[in-house]
């Protein structure tokens, strides 16, 4: 369209320009729709091209097969995970077991294993270095195998036992009972007492 055209339809010069400008306007307008038409068919166009090229870098492939694989190695990568939290998990009971079973006596190892391997098989479990009820089941072991276990109360019974007391050499000079009951400690007191009361007895009253 021109000016002149314009013209012979019978409009001023005025009005010729004004709609040579409009014109202008929307020629611009869809000159840049048709540009961005043509920018988004050759990026469609390039967009099927790619997938078209990666299609056929699959032909041939078995993609159930790869899904079965893929799959087979994240149960791998699972199970291998559990295995390490398993081992974990093992060697802090077993470590918290050596320690807190040294607070028990047993009458001989043989005992004592067997009573570790009872305590792993009741599935108790750890926490914060500590095997929890761990104290209630050796209390119940005891009552249903008291010969696993040393009784500390006789133990200390036996202990506190003293030999007969034998006096002075033969030969060597004699002190006197009162001498002889000033000389003993405490301790050996304790033991006269407890192997020979009635010697005791007389060596407190001086006779």
């Known amino acids: 369209m021109k000016t002149d055209e314009l013209k012979t339809w019978g409009l001023t010069d005025e009005q010729s320009e004004k709609v040579m400008a409009q014109y202008g306007k929307d020629v611009s307008k869809l000159q840049k729709e048709n540009e961005k038409l043509i920018a988004d068919r050759d990026k469609e166009k390039e ?4 997938a078209e090229e990666t299609l056929k870098k699959f032909d041939g492939v078995d993609l159930e097969g790869m899904k079965a694989e893929v799959d087979n190695w994240k149960t791998k990568a699972e199970n291998a995970e559990k295995d390490y939290a398993a081992q974990i998990a093992k060697r802090d009971f077993e470590d918290a077991l050596k320690e807190e079973i040294g607070g028990y006596k047993f009458t001989s190892e ?5 009573i570790m391997a009872e305590i792993r098989e ?3 479990k750890v926490k914060d270095g500590k095997i929890l009820g761990l104290s209630d089941l050796l209390a ?4 249903k195998d008291a010969s696993a276990f040393v009784d500390e109360k006789q133990e200390q019974l036996e202990a506190g036992r003293a030999k007969p007391f034998t006096g002075p050499l033969k030969g060597a000079a004699q002190p006197t009972t009162s001498e002889k009951w000033k000389s003993m400690s405490l301790d050996e007191r304790m033991k006269l007492k407890a192997s020979d009361p009635a010697a005791y007895e007389r060596m407190r009253k001086g006779e």
């Open 122 to 124: 009741a599935g108790l």
């Open 47 to 50: 967009r099927a091209d790619t």
């Open 110 to 114: 043989a005992a004592k294993k067997a």
């Open 140 to 143: 119940q072991m005891k009552e």
